[in-house]
């Protein structure tokens, strides 16, 4: 079965300091991956996803993540954070051409922290 | 409207009771999802709708838990007899859509928070 862990529960950062949130994932191909957001009070926003192609993809708000698949990680990493990024950030897995999001596997969540 | 509207925001209820919980998706979304989000915890996946088909409901972790979706829009996701395990968020999410994720991702509500006292 696939799984996702992110090591990090919660990470305090300095803004304008560098951000990286680990993301590691257990499948036995090479799977879609995911980041998501999520702010207090919201649902989740997808920052970026991969499924092909160049193995470090950019997202939305300045987001990137890069795929490793030697060390089955997929990394979000941002070089400057902003106060407005304190949230929660969700890795999520999912089999290549997947159906349906009845096989999304969500790993746990990194609170981000962001100090002034 | 513009997104995911779950309604309500908030909901205390007493163990025991029966609560409902409703979700409107982005209008022209065939699909929609509905998961729930345990503190410390990643989302679970409790329900999927895909037009007029068939729900997957293996995800629903017991009898007490049913959703419907009229008219392939609004859902309704239904919890008899609630117990204090039962509080959580519960989050629905719709895709323009399936399969849900290759080229229509998930948008998400702003969920509804379940407390069960």
């Known amino acids: 079965a696939q799984s996702v862990t992110q090591p990090d529960i919660h990470i305090t950062v300095s803004e304008g300091a560098s951000l990286e949130l680990r993301c590691n994932y257990s499948?036995?191909?090479?799977?879609?991956l995911f980041w998501y957001v999520q702010s207090p009070g919201q649902g989740l926003q997808l920052l970026l996803k991969?499924?092909?192609?160049?193995?470090l993809v950019q997202g939305i708000k300045g987001f990137e993540a890069e795929f490793k698949r030697s060390q089955s990680s997929f990394n979000l990493r941002k070089p400057s954070v902003h106060w407005s990024d304190a949230a929660e950030y969700f890795c999520?897995?999912?089999?290549?051409?997947?159906?349906?999001?009845?096989?999304?596997?969500f790993g746990s969540g990194t609170q981000l922290t962001v100090l002034p | 409207g513009a997104g995911v509207s779950q309604s309500p925001s908030n909901k205390v209820t007493e163990k025991g009771k029966d609560v409902e919980l409703r979700c409107d998706p982005i209008?022209?979304?065939?699909?929609l999802y509905w998961y729930r989000q345990s503190l410390g915890q990643g989302l679970e996946f409790l329900i999927y709708?895909?037009?007029?088909?068939?729900?997957?409901k293996s995800g629903l972790p017991s009898d007490r838990f049913s959703a419907e979706r009229t008219g392939g829009s609004v859902s309704t996701l239904t919890i008899q007899r609630t117990q204090q395990e039962d509080s959580a968020v519960y989050l629905c999410?719709?895709?323009?859509?399936?399969?849900?994720?290759?080229?229509?991702?998930?948008?998400f509500g702003n969920g509804t928070r379940l407390t069960v006292t």
């Open positions: 499948y036995g191909a090479t799977p879609y």
């Open positions: 991969y499924f092909s192609g160049d193995t």
């Open positions: 999520a897995v999912a089999p290549l051409f997947s159906g349906s999001a009845r096989q999304l596997t």
């Open positions: 209008s022209g979304h065939t699909a």
């Open positions: 999410a719709s895709s323009r859509s399936a399969p849900g994720l290759n080229n229509s991702p998930l948008h």
């Open positions: 709708f895909q037009g007029n088909s068939a729900p997957d």
